[in-house]
């Protein structure tokens, strides 16, 4: 297991635009991946499991990547964020 | 009959494999949307209104599983498996739901033609956001095919505007 945390800057969140991006980057590698908001977690590749979550600016996520290409997805996951949320 | 209207949205919905309008107006292709993500259908594959109306009706018959905060996306899930993605105005996030009431919630059971939302329509282009309602199969994968009828007017919660194969 591989995880990182971040701090959403955008301040729409995890809206329908970014989970679609979101599900597409994720969907690029075998490892599962979580989103984790307090209590709750969703399925990365999964669109209205993400946004379910109804992440907003200012929250603190974590990223959880577990599988044979951990490493790689959390590191593509993390450029991802920075990029775009 | 109208008297047993809850009683009956309890029992199973019936799958219709069709996708009604959600206002009235034209239908646009996907492609032709101002947004990349919706152009390039990477939150799948349907079509979009232009709305004439400001009553938004849910598409199919199915379970809501997502009401965004902002109130401009719904999210409803067909009695077999399709997850329908009801997205009203381009860069409507931004509103914080200024313009918008939700008229279901999570869980609640609806019917093609049964209101999701009201939007009004005036204000979200004063606020310069276009006023396209798209309707998406998010899980485009679980059908073999689908047809589309660009054609004429449509009107809402009656006119069929997808219909597919599973």
């Known amino acids: ?85 | 009959m109208f008297g047993f209207k809850k009683k009956s949205k309890e029992e199973t919905l019936e799958t219709r494999t069709e996708l009604v309008a959600t206002q009235n107006g034209t239908i646009e292709k996907v492609e032709n949307l101002p947004d990349p993500v919706f152009s390039g259908k990477m939150l799948g594959d349907g079509f979009a209104v232009v709305p004439s109306s400001n009553e938004v009706l849910s598409p199919v018959n199915g379970t809501i599983i997502d009401v965004q905060d902002s109130l401009h996306a719904y999210g409803i899930e067909t009695p077999d498996g399709l997850q329908i993605l009801v997205h009203i105005g381009i860069n409507t996030v931004s509103l914080n739901g200024e313009g918008f009431k939700a008229k279901v919630k999570v869980g609640d059971k609806v019917k093609a033609g049964e209101t999701l939302a009201i939007a009004d329509l005036d204000f979200i282009k004063s606020k310069g956001c276009e006023t396209y309602t798209v309707v998406l199969i998010t899980n485009i994968d679980e059908i073999n095919s689908f047809n589309i009828n660009y054609d004429g007017n449509v009107t809402a919660g009656e006119t069929v505007v997808l219909t597919y194969e599973k």
């Open chain 1, 1 to 85: 297991m591989t995880e990182f945390n971040y701090i959403i800057k955008d301040e729409n969140g995890i809206h329908a635009r970014p989970a679609g991006m979101l599900v597409k980057a994720a969907a690029a590698f075998k490892s599962s991946v979580k989103i984790k908001k307090g209590e709750k977690t969703a399925d990365g590749k999964k669109l209205f499991g993400l946004m379910g979550l109804a992440v907003k600016g200012g929250d603190a996520i974590t990223v959880l990547c577990d599988g044979e290409d951990e490493n790689e997805a959390a590191v593509a996951l993390e450029k991802f964020f920075s990029e775009n949320l």
